[in-house]
């Protein structure tokens, strides 16, 4: 069987570790990205690339101390968002990416604690070496979940009793609450997990798939998108069980369509792979509406710089780029291109400012949020760089390594480019 291991509001469960004392208490971590990175002061960022844990980006604000007032600007408006809510803070209707300033009204004993990733990656790493331990062959997916493939280990008929004494091991060693699902297949391993929460475990056999999804709704199945999720609300399928039910409906919508139906009645089995090797990494910002051009180049800049420094520590070599944009009263618009050359910071900086022009439809829009990708590494999708740039580019690459050498001495904010001034 494959099991799914989740660690419970794993942001607060860590600061949880540090003081005791949140236990039980309605706990929110948040923060708030757009006042520090683009401030023309140093912007106190923190790069974390030693984890391949699902984040936006890989540059987060390092936060000092529990004062409030951190999120609080001088006109006097609570700003931020929550990244992760307690079970306690959850029953007063408090979620995460809801607003502090929200959260705070619905509960206004709510304690809001900053991130400190420093200390998520530590404890993800502390929690991927106890189970490489006791377990076969363990794939992390993200910073706070894990699979576990226990085939040939333990017989499934133990499963149930491994996984309880696992979860419970786990919050002695760790301090940590995690709850875990077990099925043959991941997907429904992942399920499973869900049904568990908090700080439970579940098991679901070969016989009992169809009965355990009988009433999940569509849209909490991984892969089921909005336009899919539109096309079961049209045939009226509002769960699980209905869309295992209308097989012949769903075949006909195509191939994609099939392999979910084949996820959700369990014959997907998904092999786990132990070291899955980053694909792609990107950075993005949410900030208060901005129409100034100029202003919104100059933020590409500095993120493309920022995103340039991680490609650079990563030692990889990107050939596709995407940016998105998010606009206040128009619909989200995104492009990329690919460019088979030797990467380097200027002609990322240049390509990415290209990028803003295709991309940007609606010239007077009001635009609330940026977006910079970079994926297909060379080394992955086996293309041949460009040999016409190739010289120049070697040039270029060479000026990005002295200039990493500085960064990693004195920060990413060392070197910036005249146009983010």
């Known amino acids: 069987m494959k099991i799914h291991i989740d660690l419970d509001c794993f942001f607060v469960s860590a600061q949880r570790t540090l003081d005791p004392s949140l236990i039980g208490k309605p706990v929110g971590v948040g923060g708030r990205g757009d006042p520090y990175i683009f401030s023309h002061e140093k912007s106190n960022q923190e790069l974390l690339l030693n984890n391949s844990g699902s984040f936006v980006g890989s540059f987060f604000h390092r936060y000092t101390g529990d004062n409030l007032n951190q999120f609080i600007d001088p ?19 408090i979620n995460t990416g809801m607003s502090i300033r929200e959260a705070l009204m619905r509960c206004p004993g709510l304690i809001i604690k900053g991130p400190d990733m420093q ?3 530590r404890l993800s790493h502390a929690l991927h070496q106890f189970l490489q331990e006791r377990i076969p062959l363990i794939e992390q997916a993200s910073i706070d979940e894990f699979y576990g493939d226990l085939k040939g280990w333990i017989t499934d008929e133990e499963v149930p009793s ?3 004494n696992l979860r419970h091991e786990i919050k002695r060693h760790l301090n940590l609450p995690v709850s875990i699902g077990a099925a043959n297949s991941k997907h429904i391993a992942k399920l499973a997990t869900e049904r568990a929460k908090p700080f439970g475990c579940y098991t679901v056999a070969d016989e009992n798939v169809s009965s355990f999804v009988h009433s999940i709704p569509v849209h909490k199945f991984p892969g089921i998108g909005s336009a899919m999720q ?10 699980l069980g209905d869309l295992l039910r209308a097989k012949s409906l769903v075949f006909s919508w195509g191939s994609y369509a099939q392999s979910l139906y084949d996820r959700i009645s369990g014959y997907d089995l998904g092999e786990l ?4 090797p980053r694909k792609s990494i990107g950075i993005s910002r949410t900030f208060d509406p901005i129409v100034n051009r100029d202003e919104i180049r100059r933020r590409i800049s500095i993120l493309s710089r920022h995103l340039a420094y991680a490609i650079s520590k990563l030692e990889v ?5 995407s940016l998105s944009i998010y606009y206040k009263h128009y619909p989200k618009s995104n492009s990329a291109l690919s460019e088979a050359r030797l990467f380097n910071e200027q002609r990322f900086r240049q390509l ?5 022009t295709k991309t940007d439809l609606h010239i007077s829009g009001t635009i609330t949020h940026i977006g910079i990708s970079a994926s297909a590494f060379s080394v992955h999708s086996r293309r041949t760089l460009s040999l016409i740039d190739y010289e120049e580019d070697v040039k270029a690459r060479s000026f990005d390594q002295k200039s990493r050498a500085i960064r990693d001495k004195y920060g990413c904010d060392a070197l910036k480019w005249g146009s983010e001034l």
Not at 82 to 93: D, I, K, Q, V
């Open 75 to 93: 006109d006097g408006r609570v700003r931020g968002i929550l990244t992760t809510a307690s079970y306690e803070a959850r029953t007063y209707g």
């Open 119 to 121: 200390l998520y990656h």
């Open 162 to 164: 491994f996984i309880d």
């Open 230 to 239: 539109r096309q079961c609300v049209q045939y009226h399928l509002h769960t």
């Open 273 to 276: 792979t132990a070291n899955t």
């Open 317 to 321: 070599n990107p050939t596709t780029f």
């Open 352 to 356: 990415c400012r290209e990028l803003f």
